[in-house]
């Protein structure tokens, strides 16, 4: 089955500067990568996702990047917030059976 | 509002003594799942529904039981429950089964078993 590795477990930056978390995964027939914000006390919530048909997709300050070729993809995160602060997960799947997730980063921006 | 409703948000039990968590979605969604989350793990599927009457196991569904008897519930059983299920859950739920679909979590239940 599919084996999500996330990198780094924590991170710290300050307001401002850029935050990009990597993720590996195992099964190269999974298609389907998406990136969950979690904050304190509350469910993880989607923020961007990509497919395995396009290398990169951006939304305002939060991109991702996709390289099937090496099976990672990165989240990258410009112009950091203290809002920012919250714990990410990235997740692979062919389907929503088989969606497994990293472990987790738990991004701090420091004001 | 769209949203997926778990209940209880907070419990502590003993072991042994059965407890049912309750999950709610009112985006008539087919696709249901419980996942687990423990610190360095990240979020593991318990359990997951295609549809109604449709269950199936996911990665780690020793000592939990669900049922899918209507659209919008998805209850989470634990019989007799242990300490090592003391956990994070959350409820989840899609459109769709199929890769690519967005899933929607709840807020989570903090279960602590004693």
């Known amino acids: 089955g599919e084996n999500v590795e996330q990198h780094p477990s924590t991170l710290s930056v300050q307001e401002g500067d850029s935050a990009v978390i990597k993720c590996t995964y195992s099964?190269?027939?999974?298609?389907?990568f998406p990136w969950y914000k979690q904050e304190l006390g509350k469910g993880p919530q989607l923020i961007i996702d990509?497919?395995?048909?396009?290398g990169e997709k951006k939304d305002q300050r939060i991109a991702v990047t996709l390289n099937k070729t090496a099976k990672h993809f990165s989240l990258h995160i410009t112009e950091t917030q203290p809002e920012d602060s919250a714990v990410y997960f990235c997740?692979?799947?062919?389907?929503?059976?088989?969606?497994?997730f990293g472990a987790g980063t738990r991004l701090t921006v420091k004001p | 509002e769209a949203q997926v409703t778990q209940n209880p948000r907070y419990l502590i039990t003993v072991t042994g003594k059965k407890l049912t968590v309750t999950c709610s979605q009112n985006?008539?969604?087919?696709?249901m799942s419980w996942y687990r989350q423990d610190p360095g793990l990240g979020l593991r599927q318990i359990y997951y529904?295609?549809?109604?009457?449709?269950?199936d196991k996911g990665d780690v569904p020793e000592g939990y039981k669900v049922s899918r008897k209507e659209k919008r519930n998805f209850p989470l059983i634990l019989e007799s429950p242990s300490p090592n299920q003391t956990s994070l859950y959350f409820c989840?739920?899609?459109?769709?089964?199929?890769?690519?679909?967005?899933?929607?979590f709840g807020p989570g239940t903090r279960l602590l078993v004693l």
């Open positions: 990509i497919r395995s048909n396009v």
């Open positions: 989840a739920s899609s459109l769709f089964w199929s890769g690519g679909e967005t899933q929607y």
């Open positions: 997740a692979a799947s062919k389907d929503n059976n088989d969606m497994r």
């Open positions: 099964d190269s027939a999974s298609n389907y």
């Open positions: 985006m008539n969604h087919e696709y």
């Open positions: 529904s295609m549809n109604v009457e449709v269950t």
